[in-house]
């Protein structure tokens, strides 16, 4: 181990917020000895360089209905890599824009300052790319149509660039790209439409949620799409990985079908499903990439997770190993569950309000353990963020002794590396069972699947034996966890409204924010460019906290106890009823709305609950509306 890196564990063995002492033997994922990609954007003397990738739209950004979805093939040449060479931050007078693509391109365009008078896909500047080298393309923009004036630090060029291919192997030829928001002098920028004509501007530092790889404003109205989007600041060489991972992620993974038709079917990945599973895709449980739904009452819970064990120590269960899973390729199933009933508690606020709450009521078919764990698929965009984060940062906020007596303790989940077998910080998990995002997605191609691979070479509740030949490829996988890691987060909303306003402010004072961190910074060692460096409002701290008794579940997981739950991040969770098509909330997906996941908030955060009740019912609604600006 170099010497660098054991000093780093020291630290983490010793840092607290308060500057109390614990003991926390972790390595870190990264430091300065980790292999980095190239970074977006340099500074030579002669100008500001930015590189972006970027992929085809069906249509432009303000046209509803036809921007953020996915066309077909869009795994094959269909992604091309931006640089934008900007001489006038360092005292020139153009900006040259350089694009490669993957296949050869017929007269590509480049449009630049957006006009949207005749149409909402009009630009003052419009011309056709010249070719300079196969698949290579060049401009430069020497003049601010916008203003009619020369280019200046500051100017706001939204540009668009129309990847219209020659001869593409299948799928259709004409296509346009992603509207970005470049700041002369600076770099680009997530964006909001203002005015009649949805004009660029930047977005407030408030709104970035996910830093530089935060989405611009929605006009096309496809609610159902916002966590599928490639970061806006995404790095050139992330694009394929990012769709070819996108491709598996919507693979089903026993007949090869993709879940957008007419899409082929993916014959290199057919047959790998099983021979018991919950679900034959990855996109089957995290629909659109968002919160799943518990299912009706009676119905199968294939979107759901049932981890199970043994004993109350959390020892895999002798029959159905960690996990139940309910289908099977043939034969019988090993078990299956469903929602027998909803049970209701009603109550009333002090100022007469009433409310009710709900739980699920669990009936089991073939085995009922008497250990487990109900847990709905989460959100995933956000995650490379929250694997950036340094796990010195996390373990500043760790009190797992309660030492300054604010009744707040935040125990950090320690895992083993399943590589290497070193001790690495839990993040990912609704008890932070896995370190990173590859090792959560090998966990659940695995556990939710039947799908081995590298990491998880051998299926649940079989005997680790001999060497295994992983069903999928390490350069599979990687391609998975890059699209996840890449997904960008969606901006913050309403900022400017004073409800919102009141609300936020509000959630801090009630004790919501000790628990719910907003902001963090990444690391700077993170090997992805786009995730790097980023200042990120997650609102989640990443740690284990008593969450009460009701909320308990029947299962231990690693040093998590039966009333321990990380914190979720709350970024995207506004969108909820957009993406999901409806709005379920916590672990089991019992809160119907983000006010009955609050009144079930017990344990450590206890006391915010009480101090929800007692606000009035216009200040209630007020940390609502924050809560749904996010």
């Not at 890691?485 to 009141?502: E, F, I, T």
Request: charged fraction near 25%.
């Amino acid at each position: 181990m170099p010497l660098n890196r054991i000093v780093f564990v020291l630290l983490l063995m010793t840092t607290s917020l308060n500057g109390q002492e614990r003991l926390y033997s972790v390595v870190p994922l990264f430091d300065e000895a980790t292999k980095l990609e190239p970074a977006i954007q340099a500074s030579t003397e002669e100008a500001l360089i930015t590189h972006v990738a970027d992929r085809v739209r069906d249509r432009h950004a303000r046209e509803n209905g036809a921007y953020d979805h996915y066309l077909s093939f869009y795994w094959e040449e269909r992604t091309v890599a931006i640089e934008i060479v900007d001489r006038v931050a360092k005292g020139g007078k153009d900006i040259t824009i350089n694009i490669k693509s993957l296949a050869p391109l017929n007269k590509p365009d480049f449009r630049c300052f957006f006009r949207g008078i005749n149409t909402v896909a009009e630009y003052f500047h419009n011309v056709a790319t010249k070719e300079v080298a196969p698949n290579h393309y060049t401009t430069t923009v020497t003049y601010n149509n916008l203003e009619n004036r020369a280019l200046q630090v500051g100017d706001r060029m939204e540009f668009e660039f129309s990847p219209f291919l020659l001869e593409p192997k299948r799928g259709r030829s004409n296509y346009y790209g992603t509207a970005f928001l470049y700041i002369v002098g600076k770099g680009l920028m997530p964006w909001i439409g203002r005015g009649e004509k949805l004009d660029s501007h930047p977005q407030s530092h408030s709104m970035k949620l996910g830093g530089g790889t935060t989405l611009h404003v929605p006009y096309s109205n496809e609610p159902d799409n916002r966590f599928k989007q490639m970061a806006n600041n995404l790095a050139p060489i992330s694009a394929q990985p990012f769709m070819l991972g996108r491709r598996l992620h919507h693979t089903d993974f026993g007949d090869g079908r993709h879940s957008e038709q007419p899409n082929p079917v993916f014959e290199k990945h057919k047959n790998k499903l099983g021979p018991h599973y919950v679900a034959r895709s990855c996109v089957a449980c995290h629909v659109n990439n968002g919160r799943a739904l518990p299912p009706a009452v009676g119905e199968p819970m294939y979107q759901t997770v049932i981890k199970v064990a043994g004993n109350s120590n959390g020892a895999p269960h002798q029959t159905l190993g960690t996990a139940i899973q309910p289908q099977v390729l043939f034969g019988d199933g090993e078990a299956n569950a469903v929602i027998g009933a909803w049970s209701y508690d009603d109550g009333k606020y002090p100022d007469g309000k009433p409310f009710s709450v709900r739980y699920p009521l669990y009936r089991f078919n073939g085995i009922e353990p008497e250990f487990y764990s109900v847990r709905l698929t989460p959100s995933l965009v956000g995650m490379g963020l929250l694997e950036a984060i340094s796990e010195l940062d996390i373990l500043m906020h760790a009190d797992q002794d309660d030492l300054d007596g604010d009744g707040i303790s935040g125990k950090p989940q320690i895992v083993k590396d399943p590589l290497t077998g070193q001790s690495r910080l839990g993040r990912f998990g609704y008890k932070a069972g896995q370190a990173t995002v590859r090792f959560q997605i090998a966990g659940a191609l695995n556990s939710d699947m039947g799908i081995t691979t590298s990491i998880q070479p051998y299926l649940d509740g079989e005997e680790k034996e001999g060497k295994t030949d992983p069903e999928l490829s390490d350069e599979s996988l990687l391609n998975m966890t890059r699209y996840v890691s890449s997904l960008g987060v969606p901006p913050r909303r309403n900022v400017d409204a004073k409800d919102v306003q009141r609300g936020e402010k509000l959630f801090e004072t009630i004790g919501c924010a000790s628990c719910h961190v907003p902001m963090w910074k990444t690391s700077k060692y993170h090997p992805q460019a786009e995730l790097r460096s980023q200042t990120i409002w997650p609102y989640t701290d990443l740690l284990l906290h008593d969450m009460g008794k009701e909320l308990a579940d029947e299962l231990t997981e690693g040093k998590a106890t039966r009333r321990e739950w990380r914190t979720p991040p709350l970024w995207g969770i506004g969108a909820t009823a957009g993406v999901s098509g409806g709005e379920a909330y916590l672990h089991d997906g019992r809160a119907r709305t983000l006010e009955e996941a609050i009144l079930w908030h017990g344990g450590e955060s206890a006391q915010s609950n009480v101090k929800f009740r007692e606000l009035s019912e216009a200040d209630r609604l007020a940390v609502i509306a924050f809560l749904k600006s996010l």
